[in-house]
Structures are given as C-alpha cells and as structure tokens.
C-alpha cells in the first residue's frame, strides 16, 4: 500500500510520468487496474465512493493499492471523521460522546479510541522524530495531558514543520500528515510503520 495524493488527475499524472516510486524496492510504478469500489463516510451524512487505484512495479513486479490521503486503510470513515474523534477524546469527551457528536457507532468510535491509545507512545516519539528531522530550530510539544494528547500534539508539530520545510505543499492538515507518514495504517492491526520508524 501507497499513500497519494486524493486527486485522481494527479496521480494518473504522476503514474504516466514514472513519478510514484515502489516502496519496496524504489523501482517505478505503473497503473495497474483498480480495486473494489466501495462507500466511505465523510463528515455528516455524506458518502464518498472510493475506488483507489493499483500500481504494479517495473523492477519488482509487486502490486501497491495507491491509497488516497482523505482515508486510512480498512477505515469506513474518512480520516477527517477518525481525527475529530481522536481531538475530542483528547479534549476530554468519552467515546459515547464522541459517537454522539460524529454520528457514529459508539463501538466503532471506541475501537479507534482504543487502537489509537495502545500506541499513543509510539506515535509521539514518531511524529516527535519527524517534527525534529524536518523542522528548523525544532522543539518537542509541551506535555498535552494525556498519552493521546501528546501523540496529536507530535503529529500536529510535525505539521507545522512539515509546512515550513515544503511551503509549496500549501496548507496541510495534521491528519493528512498522519496518513502519508504512517501510509494509511495509523491504526491498522499491525503498523508496520512503527516497526521501521520507532527506535
């Protein structure tokens, strides 16, 4: 799996051009079908229909499903609906609260919850990393209150310095950070992410 960009334009672009890169072994990515077209939530009541599109690599001849930066892997929520769950909770709001005020199922709402603060530690030391590793004259978030705090104060620092480093990159939000850092599986079963990221 591969995060890009939400536009489809861009990345039928960037896929003509040899733009997007293997993740395994950095050769070239051509197109290579599309998966399953399925319903997404957004914020609200509103449906997107997502069908991202898959890459095959020139050198290898792996397969990657180009997932777009508005989503996280296996999610049926945008990660914009899943970031305000995670601020709110952070604010202090229960995730029967939460559920409440995003119009979601209090069982979804509390397994992200859930799987968000079994490794809040985890993602703050990596966006912590990333904040000092791109940022100039970088300083580590203040202490936020709690583990899940914390951690959405490292990813939003290292928006910020994200931001800075890339002005090009225009505004980013702190959860497309999340997706692109993490390609998508921020609160996937098994983060491969931290595994290559956490020292």
């Known amino acids: 799996m591969l995060t890009v960009n939400a536009d489809r334009g861009v990345v039928e672009r960037q896929l003509r051009a040899g733009e997007l890169a293997c993740r395994d072994c950095g ?34 001849g792996r397969t990657h499903v180009l997932l777009p930066v508005v989503v996280l892997a296996r999610r049926a929520d945008v990660v914009a609906v899943i970031w305000a769950a995670l601020a709110a909770a952070a604010g202090g709001l229960g995730a029967r609260g939460v559920a409440r005020r995003l119009g979601r199922p209090h069982s979804t709402v509390r397994g992200w919850l859930r799987r968000f603060a079994g490794r809040a530690g985890d993602v ?26 914390d951690a959405l104060a490292a990813i939003a620092g290292a928006t910020v310095a994200v931001g800075a480093r890339w002005p090009l990159l225009g505004t980013v939000s702190p959860w497309a950070i999340a997706v692109g850092a993490t390609n998508g599986q921020l609160l996937s079963p098994s983060p491969t992410w931290m595994i290559t990221t956490v020292s």
């Not at 599309?34 to 319903?39: F, G, L, N, V, Y």
């Not at 957004?42 to 050198?59: E, H, I, K, M, S």
């Open 124 to 149: 703050r030391r990596v966006f912590t990393g990333l904040l000092v590793e791109v940022g100039v004259d970088a300083v580590a978030p203040a202490p936020a209150g709690s583990p899940l705090a």
């Open 27 to 60: 050769g070239v990515l051509g197109g290579w079908g599309w998966s399953i077209r399925r319903p997404v939530r957004d914020l609200g009541w509103a449906t997107l229909w997502l069908q991202p599109r898959r890459a095959r690599c020139a050198g290898c």
